[in-house]
Each structure stands twice: as C-alpha cells, then as structure tokens.
Antibody, heavy 118, light 114 residues
Framework: QVQLQESGPGLVKPSETLSLTCTVS????????WSWIRQPPGKGLEWIAF???????KYNPSLKSRVTISVDTSKNQFSLNLNSVTAADTAVYYC????????????WGQGTMVTVSS | DIVMTQSPDSLAVSLGERATINCKSS????????????LAWYQQKPGQPPKLLIY???TRESGVPDRFSGSGSGTDFTLTISSLQTEDVAVYYCQQYYTTPMYTFGQGTKLEIK
C-alpha cells in the first residue's frame, strides 16, 4: 500500500519561504502524477500544483508566481516551495497521488500544519 | 475557473435513511470525446485527510461501501448514501478535474446524524 508522508517546518515567518517534502513509500514515484493541496483551518481544499515523475509541472494560476514543485525520483520524494508567505498561507498541507489516468486524488498523506507567524 | 457549488452546506439525516448531497459546476465537466464527467467525491473526517469515494462522477473507488453512489452529468451531480451509518459522519467535497491546471473543490457539505 502506497504511503505518503509530509515533512517540513511547522512555523514559517512572514515573507519567508515555506518548504515541504513528501516521501513516498510502498511504491514508486513513477509513473504517476503527484500534487500538493492545502486546507486553511476550518476551511475547504485548495489545489496548489502537480508534478509528473518526469518533472512536468502545472501550477494553480493564483499561486503560480510564488510556487515551485520538484521531484527527486532517486529518493522517491517530491517537494514544494512557496515563497513570500503571509498569514493567508497558514494551512494544513497535503501531498497526494493522482488516481491513474485522472485528476482525482487517490492516496493522501496525513497532512502537516504550517503556521505563518512572526 | 470552474466554480463548484455544493448544497446544502450542512445536512442532518437519521440513521438508516438516505442522504443526498448536490454539486453544481459553473460549466460542464463532461468531456465529449470520451463521454466522461471529470468529477470526484471525497469524504473527510476530523483530523484526517480526504478519502476518495467516487471518480468519473459514478465510479466507486475500490473498498468504498456500495451504499455510496454518484450520479449526474454535465453540470449537476449528486452523491447519495443509501442508508446512513454512524461512520459516515464527515464533510463531503466534490472536485472537478476537467480543467488543467486548475482543479477546484466545492466548499464542502457537513453530514451529521439527526
């Protein structure tokens, strides 16, 4: 069974960069699509970006100027960088694997809470 | 962007009764070339990540109980729980994956026991 685990700092200062890594176990990064999704406290879900194992990326246009997603197939990991963060970026950040051939999200990590505060 | 609007925002149903959640998209998510609706449903319990229930609007994910069903096409979709169980208390989300790169979710529907 595929498992995903997010890791990274739980607290980031305003204007700095949020960096998270998702480690995939029980399966390979290839040949799948992988996404980052976030959920502000008490609110709904927002898709951030996806990456294919080859490195092809797509970003939410509302975040595109601040987001970078990357993949390291040798480590079975993919990562998210979100720069110039504000309090509005405070959320639980999830990594997820797409269901084969669809944009639905089949496997999810447990999520990691990131708070933006000085 | 395709806006997904769910109704109602919250719902209370008696155990064993039917629960129905609606999702409307601001434009069609039916792809004419393959006749598939690019629509998924998720269940999220407190403190847990969302769980995929339904994709292609009506295809049940492996392991999901058959009391969960999805229907609809184009812009109007429904998630039905035929006989509500206590473990079904959760927030339910619809999601469109028709437009790339802009997947969008509904605002969520909170389902409780009456």
């Amino acid at each position: 069974q595929v498992q995903l685990q997010e890791s990274g700092p739980g607290l980031v200062k305003p204007s700095e960069t949020l960096s998270l890594t998702c480690t995939v176990s029980g399966g390979s990064i290839s040949p799948y699509y992988w996404s980052w999704i976030r959920q502000p406290p008490g609110k709904g879900l927002e898709w951030i970006a996806f990456i294919y194992y080859t490195g092809t990326t797509k970003y939410n246009p509302s975040l595109k100027s601040r987001v970078t997603i990357s993949v390291d197939t040798s480590k079975n990991q993919f990562s998210l960088n979100l720069n110039s963060v504000t309090a509005a970026d405070t959320a639980v950040y999830y990594c997820a694997r797409h269901s084969t051939g669809t944009g639905a999200f089949h496997f999810w990590g447990q999520g990691t809470m990131v708070t933006v505060s000085s | 962007d395709i806006v997904m609007t769910q109704s109602p925002d919250s719902l209370a149903v008696s155990l064993g009764e039917r629960a129905t959640i609606n999702c409307k998209s601001s434009q069609s998510v039916l792809y004419s070339s393959n006749n598939k609706n690019y629509l998924a449903w998720y269940q999220q319990k407190p403190g847990q990540p969302p769980k995929l229930l339904i994709y292609w609007a009506s295809t049940r994910e492996s392991g999901v109980p058959d009391r969960f069903s999805g229907s609809g096409s184009g812009t109007d979709f429904t998630l039905t729980i035929s006989s509500l169980q206590t473990e079904d208390v959760a927030v339910y989300y619809c999601q469109q994956y028709y437009t790339t790169p802009m997947y969008t979710f509904g605002q969520g529907t909170k389902l409780e026991i009456k």
